[in-house]
């Protein structure tokens, strides 16, 4: 079984401080982690996956097998930043659905002036 | 913009009632998925189609049901609706069958109340 878990419900921040949201999974075979982004409960919206290694928006997110983590970081947060976060897992199912994601329950981030 | 268009945006109606949601994938997509977001419940798979073919299913219930038409545009049908059915419904979709590297492109959803 997957399982995604992001412990924290609500992080606050105040704008120009780092910022580390917490993402751990289980998963016994080669999974796809992603993080996405839903503001003011629009549409979600891809924000960095780990196979792309990219930043967006000035987040990364490194994946640690050892850890099974995929944490999301910025150095210095913004007070657009301020939005619901998901991580995701994607499984190698292996010939069924590979592209069912597995979110975990959500972050707010709240960054203040 | 996503390309992934969901109707309608919001939906009123009353317990026991039944609705029809609507899902159009992204141009040359082949796969849609249908996530339930609830408060309690967070975001859940539902169900996925494939070119008109189930393809995975989640913890969707009985009185759900979905499709997947020749043009790929996909309905998800709620009946004998609760309270608890309220929630934003996602529709996402894929090139092809999700596999590593595949993306998925959400629409903005549905948000259904049944009062």
């Known amino acids: 079984a997957q399982r995604v878990t992001q412990p924290e419900k609500l992080l606050s921040v105040f704008k120009g401080a780092p910022v580390e949201l917490k993402c751990n999974y289980s998963y016994s075979g080669s999974p796809e982690l992603f993080w996405y982004v839903q503001y003011s409960r629009q549409r979600l919206q891809l924000l960095l996956r780990?196979?792309s290694r990219e930043s967006i928006k000035g987040f990364t997110a490194d994946l640690n097998k050892g850890e099974t983590s995929f944490h999301l970081k910025k150095p210095f947060a913004q007070e657009e930043d301020s939005a619901m976060y998901y991580c995701?897992?994607?499984?190698?199912?292996?010939?069924?659905?590979?592209?069912?994601?597995?979110f975990g329950q959500g972050t707010i981030l709240t960054v203040h002036p | 913009d996503s390309g992934v268009t969901q109707t309608p945006k919001h939906l009123i109606t009353a317990t026991g009632q039944r609705v029809t949601l609507r899902c159009s994938p992204r141009s040359g997509d082949l796969s849609v998925y249908w996530y339930q977001q609830s408060l309690d419940q967070g975001l859940q798979f539902l169900i996925q189609?494939?070119?008109?073919?189930?393809?995975a299913k989640g913890n969707i219930l009985e009185r759900f049901s979905a499709q997947q038409f020749p043009d790929l545009h996909s309905e998800l049908n709620l009946s004998s609706l609760e309270l608890g059915d309220s929630a934003l419904y996602f529709c996402a979709s894929s090139v092809g069958l999700g596999s590593i590297g595949e993306k998925l492109f959400f629409g903005s959803g549905t948000q259904l109340s049944v009062l």
């Open positions: 189609y494939y070119n008109g073919e189930e393809r």
């Open positions: 780990h196979i």
């Open positions: 995701a897992l994607k499984g190698d199912a292996g010939g069924t659905s590979y592209g069912k994601l597995t």
